[in-house]
């Protein structure tokens, strides 16, 4: 059973920096795409960054030149470094990991809230 666990959100100003971090285990998951959604009140979940197998990555205009994502196979981790963070990046982010049979598992979510 593939189980993710993020950990790295919290409280941050405006202009501050944070990292996400997930923690995959129950499979191999090098062999996996796996990214990030985000979810604020109110509003659609939205596609933050994904990264491939061959680390590949993608990003949503709205953090493209903020964000990073990275990922670590032997520790079977998948980062996220959030940099010159802004109010409307606040949202419960949420870790993804899609199989090459197209399913989905997901993290439980951590928040993040950019404020002064």
């Known amino acids: 059973q593939v189980q993710l666990v993020e950990s790295g959100g919290g409280l941050v100003q405006p202009g501050g920096s944070l990292r996400l971090s997930c923690a995959a285990s129950?499979?191999?998951?090098?062999?996996?795409?796996m990214g990030w959604y985000r979810q604020a009140p109110g509003k659609q979940r939205e596609l933050v960054a994904t990264?491939?197998?061959?680390?590949?990555?993608n990003y949503a205009d709205s953090v493209k030149g903020r964000f990073t994502i990275s990922r670590d196979n032997g520790k079977n981790t998948v980062d996220l470094q959030m940099d010159s963070l802004k109010p409307e990046d606040s949202a419960v982010y949420y870790c993804?990991?899609?199989?090459?049979?197209?399913?989905?598992?997901w993290g439980q979510g951590t928040q993040v809230t950019v404020s002064s």
């Open positions: 990264i491939t197998s061959g680390s590949s990555t």
């Open positions: 129950g499979s191999d998951f090098r062999f996996y795409a």
């Open positions: 993804y990991l899609r199989t090459l049979r197209a399913n989905y598992y």
